[in-house]
């Protein structure tokens, strides 16, 4: 099946530091999403993607869809504590009801 | 928030027996998944349903079954549980329209011994 492959798998910043992670795919998607997961809980979504070359912000947070649609970027800017988790890319491999495909995850460990 | 419940949260088991874990809804959504979730693998898709009583299977679906006999509800069953089951099972929901969005449970954690 298509693979997502996530980077970096993990990151140790310090608070205030801004925080960059990739995903890309061998094949083209049509929506790229992302979701943060805190210990104990659920994926929870934080943007999702529609269009090619979109940019979208929810906050400190912003996501780009690559434009060859096969790669999508994550930033926060100005880490705080709670943005201590783990983030997956997601997409739909097929027409979306079929369920997303995840990557791995990029662990993100904030020092104090 | 999509209302979804899993139970149990936490289960020990031991090698042979059969487990079954439950996921309910309660915002009425058509499809629902099972997934696991393992170190270095991140979330894998076991069974999906896209109404009642018609079920696929995922990426990862050997050794599991499920069924969906009302739309609010989703059973993962594990006829003989091996320890390679250890894992932590989620359960989502797709939200409706078309933003691809699934709503996640908040995990089922079982232990094979």
């Known amino acids: 099946g298509q693979q997502l492959n996530q980077s970096p798998q993990s990151m140790f910043i310090q608070e205030g530091e801004d925080v960059s992670m990739n995903c890309t795919s061998s094949s083209i998607f049509n929506t790229w999403l992302w979701y943060k997961q805190d210990p104990g809980e659920g994926p929870v979504l934080l943007i999702a993607l529609y269009k090619a070359g979109e940019l979208t912000s929810n906050g400190r947070l912003t996501a780009q869809f690559g434009i060859t649609r096969k790669d999508s970027f994550l930033n926060i800017s100005a880490s705080i504590p709670s943005d201590v988790g783990i983030y997956f890319c997601?997409?739909?491999?097929?027409?979306?009801?079929?369920?997303?495909?995840f990557g791995k995850g990029t662990h993100l460990i904030i020092q104090p | 928030d999509a209302g979804i419940t899993q139970s149990p949260r936490h289960k020990v088991t031991e090698t042979g027996t059969p487990v079954t874990l439950r996921c309910h809804q309660t915002?009425?959504?058509?499809?629902m998944y099972w997934y696991r979730q393992d170190p270095g693998h991140g979330l894998r898709l076991i069974h999906y349903?896209?109404?009642?009583?018609?079920?696929d299977k995922g990426e990862v679906s050997d050794g599991y079954s499920v069924s969906r006999s009302k739309t609010e509800d989703f059973l993962l069953t594990l006829e003989s549980a091996t320890s390679s089951q250890t894992s932590v099972y989620f359960c989502?929901?797709?939200?409706?329209?078309?933003?691809?969005?699934?709503?996640f449970g908040e995990g089922s954690r079982l232990t094979v011994l």
């Open positions: 997601a997409g739909p491999p097929g027409g979306g009801a079929d369920g997303l495909t």
């Open positions: 989502a929901t797709l939200s409706p329209g078309d933003t691809g969005e699934l709503f």
């Open positions: 349903s896209y109404g009642v009583k018609d079920t």
């Open positions: 915002e009425n959504h058509r499809y």
